[in-house]
T-cell receptor
Framework: DADVTQTPRNRITKTGKRIMLECSQT?????MYWYRQDPGLGLQLIYY???????NKGEISDGYSVSRQAQAKFSLSLESAIPNQTALYFC??????????????????FGEGSRLTVL | LAKTTQPISMDSYEGQEVNITCSHN???????ITWYQQFPSQGPRFIIQ???TKVTNEVASLFIPADRKSSTLSLPRVSLSDTAVYYC???????????????FGTGTLLAVQP
């Protein structure tokens, strides 16, 4: 089983619908991230969280919200989906502790991605 | 927040050594340089990380000059399976806050031909 699991893997929805993408991890990491990738482009950071009570906006947070229900779970919501939110979404964790100060590399571990299509 | 600049694409042939350079003129004292590899429809995968001089692991080497304003990822003897997008990231891994956003740029698409 994957260490970072995203559900659903594929979703087609209509404009205006609320959609939630879920991410769970078994790595025991404090830090979790949501990225978005459009075809032919790099990854853009939507939100990141260093622990349950620490959630921060990334580059493109407008139109998105997140919830860190537990250390292992980090959900991304689109309150009212629009077509330009059609993209591949990735969840990731990092091996750094919430307060930093570690000798770890901060390597990001990604999920398999959730492909979202908004019609 | 240090911005990175990489070539959009590079071409190579199997068996050649490939060097991909990343510019990060505004790198901060506490920033590390990290490279990731991404195959289509997959999440990026960590390749290597360094702070200064040279770092080598089983898949790549990372060269960082004394001024740290650039870095070069070196892939020895590439194969077709090394065709992927390569991202250079710069950030402070030791503290929270804005410098830990781990921003990806558009990366470099490496195409390896037979």
């Amino acid at each position: 089983d994957a260490d970072v699991t995203q559900t659903p893997r594929n979703r087609i929805t209509k404009t205006g619908k609320r959609i939630m993408l879920e991410c769970s991890q078994t790595k025991g990491h404090d830090r979790m991230y949501w990225y978005r990738q459009d075809p032919g482009l790099g990854l853009q950071l939507i939100y990141y969280s260093f622990d349950v009570k620490d959630i921060n906006k990334g580059e493109i947070s407008d139109g998105y919200s997140v919830s860190r229900q537990a250390q292992a779970k980090f959900s991304l919501s689109l309150e009212s989906a629009i077509p330009n939110q059609t993209a591949l979404y990735f969840c990731a964790t990092s091996d750094l502790p919430r307060a930093g100060g570690s000798s770890n590399t901060g390597e990001l571990f990604f999920g398999e991605g959730s492909r979202l299509t908004v019609l | 927040l240090a911005k990175t600049t990489q070539p959009i694409s590079m071409d190579s042939y199997e068996g050649q050594e490939v060097n991909i350079t990343c510019s990060h003129n505004n790198i901060a004292t506490n920033d590390y340089i990290t490279w990731y590899q991404q195959f289509p429809s997959q999440g990026p995968r960590f390749i290597i990380q360094g702070y200064k001089t040279k770092v080598t692991n089983e898949v790549a080497s990372l060269f960082i000059p004394a001024d740290r304003k650039s870095s070069t990822l070196s892939l020895p003897r590439v194969s077709l399976s090394d065709t992927a997008v390569y991202y250079c990231l710069v950030g402070d891994k030791n503290y929270g806050g804005a410098t830990n956003k781990l921003i990806f740029g558009t990366g470099t698409l490496l195409a390896v031909q037979p």
